[in-house]
């Protein structure tokens, strides 16, 4: 399982960012994605899983916010985020499956809210 993620770095609040991640080494188009992120000092957080079957789900957080697609032609799961806010500092991870804790998960990518 190879996840690589990108489309991370530096917004202002109320700004957006758009994260990918590319997915190989599995049969992506029937495996659950999730996202994570985990701020500085602060334990791995659900964000947002989507389904094989397309279903998707947020935590309260992000809801309404942020937005989980994948493409399955292309092995790609992204998040797309609105209105961002200092909260939302984290370093985000893709990881395969849904459990949040799964060691196929990528390297991350480092999104920093801040004026």
């Known amino acids: 399982v190879q996840l690589v993620e990108s489309g991370g770095g530096l917004v202002q609040p109320g700004g957006s960012l758009r994260l990918s991640c590319a997915a190989s080494?599995?049969?992506?188009?029937?495996?659950?994605m999730l996202w994570a992120r985990q701020a500085p000092g602060k334990g791995l957080e659900w964000v947002s899983t989507i389904y094989s079957s397309g279903s998707t789900y947020y935590a309260d957080s992000v809801k309404g916010r942020f937005t989980i697609s994948r493409d399955n032609a292309k092995n790609t799961v992204d998040l797309q985020m609105n209105s961002l806010t200092p909260e939302d500092t984290a370093v985000y991870y893709c990881v395969e499956g849904n459990y949040l804790y799964s060691d196929s998960r990528g390297q991350g990518t480092q999104v920093t809210v801040s004026s």
């Open positions: 080494g599995f049969t992506f188009s029937t495996s659950a």
